[in-house]
Every structure is written in C-alpha cells, then in structure tokens.
C-alpha cells in the first residue's frame, strides 16, 4: 500500500499550485483521503479531507475559500487544488490514505510561498 505526491514547488504569494497523490495497493475509491502540513518548528495539521463518495470535504479554516480538495477514484488520485497561497502555506504537504485501522502515508511534497 502506498501513495505517492507530486506538485510542490516555489510560488510567488497570490499564485497557485495543484498538488497529486496517487495511490495503489489498496481500494482507492474506499479510503477517506486527506492532505495534511507540516511546517518548520509546527505540528503536522490537517489541511482538507474527502469521503470516499467524494461528496463531502471538510478544510482547515486557515485554508477555506482557497484550496479546493477532489479526487478520481478511477485513477486513484486525490488532488489538492490551491489557489492564493500565502507564506503561511509553506510546508512539506503529505498525503494519507484511511480506512479503519489502515493508514497509509506518503514521503510529502515541498511547497514554499516566497517572493
């Protein structure tokens, strides 16, 4: 079982990045899915997650009206579309997998916010 990010890189504040995460070995389309963050010297946070349905999301209020979360259960992939970023965004973003006590993990992508 693993996922696997991708899309990080530099931005400038007020730009937009697209992160993916592919994942295989498991039932994709069973498995809630969520980005999370961890920045320099803070706790990893959650950023936005979605059900399996893909009909309900839930953010991080520091991210709402910004970041939009989806995902494509035939590719199985989940996205992390993210719009306006600010120097508060810059993180190593990781992708997690969840369905019981199944947790699965990916090595995260750099996202820095800079001018």
């Known amino acids: 079982d693993q996922v696997v990010e991708s899309g990080g890189g530099l931005v400038q504040p007020g730009g937009s990045l697209r992160l993916s995460c592919v994942g295989s070995?498991?039932?994709?389309?069973?498995?809630?899915m969520s980005w999370y963050r961890q920045a320099p010297g803070k706790e990893r946070e959650l950023v936005a997650r979605?059900?399996?349905?893909?009909?309900?999301?839930t953010y991080a209020d520091s991210v709402k009206g910004r970041f939009t979360i989806s995902r494509d259960n035939a590719k199985s992939a989940v996205y992390l579309q993210m719009d306006n970023l600010k120097p508060d965004d810059t993180a190593v973003y990781y992708c997690?997998?969840?369905?019981?006590?199944?947790?699965?993990w990916g090595q995260g992508t750099q996202v820095t916010v800079s001018s």
């Open positions: 979605i059900y399996g349905d893909w009909k309900s999301a």
């Open positions: 997690n997998a969840k369905r019981g006590f199944v947790d699965v």
């Open positions: 070995g498991f039932s994709f389309g069973n498995y809630r």
